[in-house]
């Protein structure tokens, strides 16, 4: 994965592990790394990467 200025691998799978802990739901380390390299590769460089970043470049699924 190419490297991006102020977005890393991390702070995405920390983002994904708050909130799928907000909405009370479990996700083991493989399905939580593989969302987390869906959104890094997706999203665009950004100096401050926040949550509202990470939820407008995945879609929520309509249940």
């Keep these: 994965m190419k490297e991006k200025p102020g977005l890393t691998y991390e702070k995405i799978t920390n983002e994904i592990e708050n909130l799928l802990g907000k909405l ?3 996700a ?3 399905q ?3 969302i987390a390299k869906i959104i890094y590769e997706k999203a665009p ?6 949550k509202s ?3 407008q470049t995945v879609k929520p699924v309509q249940s």
Excluded at 45 to 50: P, S
């Design 32 to 34: 939580v790394h593989k």
């Design 45 to 50: 460089a950004a100096e401050n990467t926040t």
């Design 24 to 26: 009370s739901l479990k």
């Design 53 to 55: 970043t990470i939820l």
């Design 28 to 30: 083991d380390g493989k």
